[in-house]
RNA sequence: GGGUCGUUAACUCAGUCGGUAGAGUAUCUGACUUUUAAUCAGAGAGUCGCGCGUUCAAGUCGCGCACGACCCA
């Protein structure tokens, strides 16, 4: 105990006297009947001084966070999920016994209280207890009421502390939660219906990414951690299900940064006899609506930046966006090997076998993302870069697809699907033949998808929407670990159970 | 992978030219029965991220490493 700090030693002395005073440290006995949010109107009716009339007694729980001591009275601050209410203790009413409980009592700890309501002279609402009980006793200290947690790895690493102490963190995830809610509902009101489909893949498919490798011992194979459910849910369609969708993991063994997590959370969803042009209108009705059922308004500001929701949204196709906001010349456009040689000019390094279409999309990637801040869709991507998009019925070279860019940021990805089984072939052996040197990325030949386009898929679109960037746009979140509960982080050097001799139960 | 910055008490942060380690909050003791960053008086609390080096002397200078943040690839 003498090599631990002092805080943790000190508490660890009170949850031993306490123990002597034959008060239980971890009970589960009591039940709240009230909560903070459900009482705290009733404060309105109250008069600074005045005690509820009636006299009604309630019970709440939840963590001490602050604690004002006056000898022989005190009033904590106790936070349960709800909101935050305050406690008044009197010598007098819970008796010198129960008093002297509650001198051990720390911030942090969990406790509980049964009391009536009354408003103090200064105007609060606080709940005047009869009876109090210690329901989980707190053996280190919380940070600095007042400056907060702020260092950020320990609020990635110890992401609990953060949730006591920082309300907007609180904030962020249950609006998370609220937005994933929307997109479930918006998309079963639209008879979508939601699936699960593998997360382990004996063939990574649907992007090129970089997977993570398991085994299975029983089977003795290799799987991977899926870098998409595409072929899954394309497989549904073939199937009959023709509007489903699935909100899950992804996971890209690739790095991390503020845009990057090696597991992310992606909406995916499609929807027989659509084009892409239907995509599009959902997820612009969608994703407005969506910010404006979570933040009030369709206008937000996102890290400064002031951005508006309000449909209707930019479409551009993407010669369109390379000439309007690159200045890149119409003639320039038009011609291949104009276009090769100013991505090299721009110092672009492309592959060998890379055509234009490949150009054409590092170009708009270097001088064209960042700059679309309000929501933009661009279209027509090349064929070259979109192996499993439909062709354009005039322009073979490019695909009916779309991406959704906001904040310079990529959102969504979505396009009219292929169902021709012969050039699905044909264009996953490109992708293989033109598979780099690069052995981590594994372009397989799916051959059970061909077979089941074979069988006829539908006309159909299909879109990706990264649920993580969208909850970032719609919190003012600036990196993704803000809004992943548990970002990866590297393990933490020295960190060790305290297994001190009696400090278990 | 490269660059820049950071790591000092439980938390938030100072620490000058290399010369005994500081503050606020939290904690502990005492006073205080309507406070709310309660107040007043006193006290304790440090592996200065880790290691090596330079020096009479290193939180401070140099090198390496770990972890993190940001930028770049």
């Not at 801040?373 to 279209?379: G, R």
């Not at 598979?435 to 059970?448: F, K, Q, S, T």
């Not at 600036?478 to 970002?487: A, C, G, T």
């Amino acid at each position: 105990m003498s090599e631990e700090n002092q805080t943790l030693a000190q508490r660890k002395e009170k949850a031993e006297a306490l123990a002597e005073l034959g008060v239980k440290l971890y009970i589960n006995s009591f039940k709240p009947a009230n909560c903070a949010r459900e009482l705290l109107p009733k404060g309105d009716l109250l008069q600074p001084q005045q005690a509820e009339p009636g006299g009604a007694v309630y019970s709440i729980a939840g963590r001490v966070l602050a604690m004002r001591k006056f000898g022989k009275a005190a009033f904590c601050t106790v936070a349960d999920g709800s909101g935050q209410i305050q406690i008044y203790l009197k010598l007098d009413i819970l008796g010198e016994a129960v008093f002297e409980t509650f001198k051990k009592w720390d911030i942090g700890d969990i406790v509980g209280a049964v009391g009536t309501l009354f408003k103090t002279k200064v105007g609060e609402l606080s709940l005047q207890a009869s009876e109090i009980v210690m329901i989980s006793k707190s053996l280190r200290p919380l940070p600095d009421k007042w400056h907060g947690l702020s260092d950020v790895e320990t609020r990635y690493r110890q992401r609990y502390v953060d949730l006591i102490v920082t309300p907007e963190t609180r904030e962020t995830f249950r609006k998370r939660v609220e937005i994933i809610r929307l997109v479930r509902e918006h998309l079963t009101r639209r008879n979508f219906m939601e699936v699960e489909t593998p997360m382990m893949q004996p063939i990574p498919g649907g992007a090129t990414a970089k997977p993570f490798k398991t085994h299975h011992n029983a089977l003795g194979m290799d799987l991977y951690l899926r870098i998409a459910p595409e072929l899954y849910l394309k497989r549904l369609l073939v199937g009959g299900f023709e509007r489903v969708f699935e909100i899950n993991r992804n996971f890209r063994n690739e790095g991390l940064s503020t845009r990057h997590n090696p597991e992310f959370t992606m909406l995916e969803f499609y929807q027989a006899y659509a084009t892409y042009e239907d995509l599009i209108a959902l997820t612009e009705e969608m994703i407005s609506s969506i910010c404006l059922a979570v933040n009030g308004s369709m206008k937000i500001t996102y890290q400064g930046q002031e951005v508006d929701l309000t449909p209707p949204w930019t479409k551009l196709t993407m010669d369109e966006a390379l000439l309007q906001v690159a200045g890149i010349p119409a003639a320039v456009l038009a011609d291949d090997a104009q276009v090769m040689a100013l991505a090299r000019e721009k110092g672009i390094k492309l592959e060998e076998n890379a055509g234009p279409g490949k150009a054409k999309t590092e170009l708009f990637e270097l001088l064209v993302e960042d700059r679309l801040i309000n929501p933009t869709f661009i279209t027509r991507y090349p064929t070259e870069v979109s192996p499993l998009a439909r062709r354009n019925e005039n322009d073979p070279s490019v695909t009916d697809r779309f991406e959704l860019f906001i904040t310079g940021r990529e959102l969504a990805n979505g396009f009219s699907e292929l169902n021709d089984p012969r050039d699905q072939l044909s264009r996953f052996e490109k992708q293989i033949a033109d598979r780099g040197d690069d052995d981590e990325i594994h372009p397989e030949l799916d051959a059970d998808y061909i077979r089941a386009l074979e069988y006829g898929m539908p006309s159909a679109a299909g879109e990706g929407i990264g649920i993580d960037r969208l909850v970032m746009l719609l919190t003012d979140a600036p990196s993704i670990r803000d809004v992943i509960l548990f970002p990866h982080l590297k393990p933490e050097a020295g960190l060790t159970a305290d297994r001190d001799e009696d400090g278990g139960q």
